[in-house]
């Protein structure tokens, strides 16, 4: 079945770094794209981007240029989103989901979700 | 970019109930409309892509219409495992783009 797990929650301080990883199974990985999603605290959805897992291309939103990474080791079939420069108001948890190439990327399964915490 | 406006923000209904969400773009989006859903504390699970085809897995009591800038989730009968928020995304212009979502309560 398909399974996306990623890594635990993070206690990170401003201005440090952490880096998320999303760990596919149960499908080829490089059929399908990953998205990336944050959910600040007790807000709604926003779609950061997604990484074409089979030329890994990212394609970022607006707001998540510059400091926002997507990469991916497909040797071990996982995606990473790496953040530098953490504020305050990265925190948030952060979900990877699995998006179909034959609709534009939409999501259809999601990983567990990584709550990242910043906070001096 | 392309807001999406979901209504209404929050509903009270009882099991067996059914009930509307509606959802409406800035803009035409086609039909490249998506509906998830998402429990407390949880990940959000896809429910709808394509405005109207439903994911693997998802009980028929969902389905979904709409084209253009105008988009409606029905569930026909309320089941106690539905209580939760949905959000609507779309997919047609980059940034992707989500309502605010509507919070499904018991009445």
């Known amino acids: 079945q398909v399974q996306l797990v990623q890594s635990g929650s993070e206690l990170k301080k401003p201005g440090a770094s952490v880096r998320v990883s999303c760990k596919a199974s149960?499908?080829?990985?490089?059929?399908?794209?990953i998205n990336w999603l944050r959910q600040a605290p007790g807000q709604g959805l926003e779609w950061m981007g997604w990484?074409?897992?089979?030329?890994?291309?990212?394609t970022y939103a607006q707001a998540f240029t510059g400091r926002f990474v997507f990469s991916l080791d497909t040797s071990v079939s996982t995606a990473y989103l790496q953040i530098s420069g953490l504020k305050a108001e990265d925190t948030a948890v952060y979900y990877c989901?699995?998006?179909?190439?034959?609709?534009?990327?939409?999501?259809?399964?999601w990983g567990q979700g990584t709550l990242v915490t910043v906070s001096s | 970019d392309i807001q999406m406006t979901q209504s209404p923000s929050s509903l009270s209904a009882s099991v067996g109930d059914r009930v509307t969400i509606t959802c409406r773009a800035s803009?035409?989006?086609?039909?490249?409309l998506a509906w998830f859903q998402q429990k407390p504390g949880k990940a959000p699970k896809s429910l709808i892509y394509?405005?109207?085809s439903l994911q693997n897995g998802v009980p028929s009591r969902f389905s979904g219409s709409g084209s253009g800038t105008d988009f409606t989730l029905t569930i026909t009968s309320l089941q106690p495992e539905d209580f939760a928020t949905y959000y609507c995304?779309?997919?047609?212009?980059?940034?992707?783009?989500f309502g605010q979502g509507t919070k499904v309560e018991i009445k």
């Open positions: 990484i074409n897992t089979d030329t890994g291309n990212p």
């Open positions: 995304q779309q997919y047609d212009t980059y940034p992707r783009t």
């Open positions: 149960g499908y080829t990985f490089t059929s399908y794209a």
């Open positions: 803009r035409g989006i086609n039909n490249y």
């Open positions: 989901a699995r998006g179909r190439f034959d609709s534009s990327g939409v999501p259809d399964y």
């Open positions: 394509a405005a109207s």
